[in-house]
């Protein structure tokens, strides 16, 4: 359902999200941003195109206090942006926030791990999902958008779009990988979709129009390495390679 907003705050709204998408930002990015703006509406009653220093202050010092440091930051960034891309104001408080400098490094799977968890996978569509992404080194978003068209089977490499920056890259393909894709693809036979999603069964999948949810890979993940009995974070596991799987 449509939230309903007072006319001059819905009217400055809509104009953030055509500014957000003129921008090229990404969906995830979209979402955080036009939350935040949200947020803020609601804690001040719609009235947040004049906010004071102060005022900023004190919602962010409350905001922290119930989210995380990752939430404020996003936050203050979509609040900033409507500042200065909706308003055409300057933004009041430009050192307001300095979250603490942390520096995480991520959890690396041994190839003993990744077959532990590959064997451990009954569905096929995740089991593969997870054999990429651990094989390439990528990302979950970057697997899971994913086409068949970004394969080159010549060359020997994937082309990752809209990676990290909104840039792209080429990424080498093992030569195992691809065997294990060519075998999936004859499954599935999607047009588009590498990874199509799983609402009608692998029998519909080839009429699929979107990937494979990001949710449910992450839980199926989440569980097997629970199940085998390897602590890792599961949001990050599939993604760090420490060495090539053969």
Known sequence: MKPHFPRDFEQNYQ??????????????????????????????????????????????????????????????YGLRFYYEHVLHQPWVAPDLI????????????????????????????????????YSMGLRLGEGLRLQVGDIDATRQRVHIRDAKGNK?????????????????????????????????????????????DRGGVQNTLRIVTQACGIKKNSRRTACATATQPT
């Open 98 to 133: 300095k979250p603490p400098r942390s520096q995480q490094l991520p959890d690396i799977v041994t190839v003993e791990q990744a077959q532990q968890i590959f064997a451990a996978t009954r569905v096929l569509s995740y089991r593969v999902c997870f054999y990429t992404l």
């Open 15 to 76: 104009t953030l999200l055509k500014r957000l998408k003129l921008n090229g930002l990404q969906p995830k990015t979209i979402e955080a941003y036009s939350r935040a703006v949200r947020r803020a509406a609601e804690r001040f009653a719609f009235q947040i195109d004049a906010l004071t220093e102060q005022q900023l202050t004190d919602y962010f010092a409350e905001l922290l206090a119930s989210h995380s440091w990752s939430t404020v930051k996003l936050d203050l």
């Open 168 to 212: 792209d890259r080429f990424v080498p393909l093992p030569v195992a990988t691809l065997r294990v894709l060519r075998r999936f693809w004859q499954v599935h036979r999607n047009p588009i979709l590498l990874f199509p999603n799983r609402l009608g069964g692998l029998k519909q999948a080839h009429r699929a129009v979107t990937p494979l």
